[in-house]
């Protein structure tokens, strides 16, 4: 079936340091993948996506690359901020069907 | 900007009562779905629906069952609440089956004791 897979946390960076989440997925077919981002006390909210092989989603500083060969979808950031402490999920939908995929989400926290 | 309201923050209930869990979206999706989420497994599928009265169970639908009489309305509801569905439960909502973003409501947690 479906399956989302990333790294556990959580992760602990200074502030400024390069940022990697490893997402891996198993899917059959071409689905989108998506990261979604939760802050404390809130619910998720759409970070970046990507809906086909080799599309770079990014957004707000963070990138990730839609890689089919590897089935991965890992998240970057060149230089993290305190502000970017929150809980990560990786997820992939395929295409025409109604579920979400998520993965088991990566806490990351950023020291000052 | 889409919203997603869920109607309770935080809720404490006893064991063996009937909980409702309500949520609302304003923006026309078709689409709503129910999660849970526990540390270390992520969001976990209860119910969705992809249309009015429409229903489908998730990955984990027992104990749960879900009611949508209008498409802005999604309700959750335990029948007979149990210790184990402890839990934080979030609402969701997406377009249709090909716009797939989903927008999630901030959430409601839900002690049992």
């Known amino acids: 079936g479906n399956s989302v897979t990333q790294m556990e946390g959580p992760v602990t960076l200074s502030e400024e340091a390069f940022l990697t989440i490893n997402c891996t997925y198993t899917?059959?077919?071409?689905?989108?993948l998506f990261w979604y981002v939760q802050y404390p006390g809130e619910g998720l909210q759409l970070l970046l996506k990507a809906t086909k092989a080799d599309d770079k989603g990014s957004n707000k500083g963070f990138e990730a690359t839609y890689r089919k060969e590897t089935t991965s979808f890992h998240l970057e950031k060149g230089s993290v901020q305190v502000s970017d402490s929150a809980v990560y999920f990786c997820?992939?939908?395929?295409?025409?069907?109604?579920?979400?995929?998520f993965g088991a989400g990566t806490r990351l926290f950023v020291k000052a | 900007d889409v919203k997603v309201t869920q109607s309770s923050r935080y809720l404490v209930k006893r064991t063996g009562e009937k909980v409702f869990l309500e949520c609302v979206q304003d923006m026309d999706h078709e689409n709503m779905f129910w999660y849970r989420q526990d540390p270390g497994l992520g969001l976990r599928l209860i119910y969705f629906s992809y249309d009015v009265k429409m229903k489908e169970k998730g990955d984990i639908p027992e104990g749960y069952s879900v009611s949508r009489e209008k498409k802005e309305r999604f309700s959750l509801i335990l029948e007979s609440a149990s210790t184990n569905q402890t839990s934080m439960y979030l609402c969701?909502?997406?377009?249709?089956?090909?716009?797939?973003?989903?927008?999630f409501g901030q959430g409601t947690r839900l002690t049992v004791v």
């Open positions: 969701a909502s997406s377009l249709s089956a090909v716009n797939t973003e989903a927008f």
């Open positions: 899917a059959t077919g071409y689905p989108s």
């Open positions: 997820a992939l939908h395929k295409t025409g069907g109604f579920k979400t995929i």
